[in-house]
């Protein structure tokens, strides 16, 4: 069984910067792709990025890209997604997702897609003030 844990989130003003950190027990994540979604309040479950397993391709929503960054370290099981000019649009609960790291995977469709994933976190809160 795969467990993902999310830190790092919390309360900040409008153009300020959190790190969230996810990280996975109970199977080698290096052998998986990782992505990140956020919901907000009465909103669906929306894409943020992802990164292969390797952590040579990632991938971004329109929304984020530019502003955060996604990586990885293999060794320590942990993905990470680096957030700056944070604005109050990304006041949500920010989720981490393991998925396979197959040749389908690096299609639109797949990897911006929660069904892609097998294993999911409980989620941080990110407030952004304005």
Not at 17 to 27: D, I, M, P, T, V
Not at 72 to 78: E, G, L, Q, V
Not at 85 to 112: F, I, K, M
Request: proline share 3%.
């Amino acid at each position: 069984q795969v467990q993902l844990v999310e830190s790092g989130g919390g309360l900040v003003q409008a153009g300020g910067s959190l790190k969230l950190s996810c990280e996975a027990s109970g199977r080698t994540s290096s052998s998986y792709a990782m992505g990140w979604f956020r919901q907000a309040p009465g909103k669906e479950r929306d894409f943020v990025a992802a990164i292969n397993k390797s952590g040579g391709r990632t991938y971004y929503a329109d929304s984020v890209k530019g502003r955060f960054t996604i990586s990885r370290d293999n060794a320590k099981n942990t993905v990470y997604l680096q957030m700056n000019n944070l604005q109050p649009e990304d006041t949500a609960v920010y989720s981490c997702a393991l998925g396979p790291d197959r040749p389908w995977y690096y299609s639109v469709g797949h990897y911006n897609t929660g069904r892609t994933y097998e294993y999911w976190g409980q989620g941080t809160q990110v407030t952004v003030s304005s």
